[in-house]
């Protein structure tokens, strides 16, 4: 009798427990304000949202945005920003500065700058799972028609540290000292 209930036992867990599942479908809805102008120099963010992708149960998911100028996504670039819920709200400057190297990488110059162009976007679903083998799916590819861009540089990150070189240190970059900071 006690074995049967331990086999018993052992079917319920097994229906219980989750099993990891690639997922097939995952799609990025379409902005309700599709067809207007989304000028990214005058814009804090460009909200996006998705359906979360089917792992089988629910499951801790990252969502990573890719920009691009053709349908195709031949040349892309994947926004540095990761997000973990399926409501997006994605920074315009990080999306101008994608466009800006994309547009840079298609032989425009500095001074075809500002300009409306269309922009490709769809997001990459990742399973955040440091105990499994990670599972991602593609979403499919919405279009933005009138995206306007200025020529967009990343910020600039100021050094964490200073030093020092002179002839005190004979010129050599391995003894150069630390500036003392002044600032908190």
């Known amino acids: 009798f006690a074995g049967m209930l331990s ?23 379409t902005p309700a304000y599709v067809n207007t102008t989304y000028d990214l120099a005058n814009s804090t963010s460009l909200e996006l949202t998705c359906s979360q992708p089917n792992f089988g149960y629910t499951a801790p998911t990252v969502y990573a945005v890719q920009v691009a100028t053709d349908i195709s996504f031949s040349n892309f ?22 466009m800006t190297n994309l547009k840079l990488a298609e032989n425009y110059s500095e001074s075809s700058f500002p300009m409306t162009t269309q922009m490709f976007i769809r997001v ?6 440091a105990t499994s083998t990670v599972a991602s799916i593609t979403s499919n590819v919405i279009t933005l028609p009138n995206v306007k861009v200025e020529f ?32 908190d």
């Open 7 to 29: 086999f018993s036992s052992c079917e319920s867990d097994r229906d219980s427990n989750p099993v990891l599942q690639e997922p097939t479908e995952f799609v990025l809805n």
């Open 77 to 98: 670039v994947q926004l540095d920003t990761k997000y973990t819920t399926a409501k997006m709200n994605v920074d315009a400057s990080e999306i101008a500065v994608a």
């Open 152 to 183: 967009a540089l990343p910020p600039v990150k100021l050094p964490q540290e200073l030093h020092l070189i002179g002839g005190f240190c004979d010129w050599n970059w391995g003894n150069a000292p630390s500036m003392v900071p002044v600032y």
């Open 124 to 129: 990459v679903a990742e399973l955040n799972s």
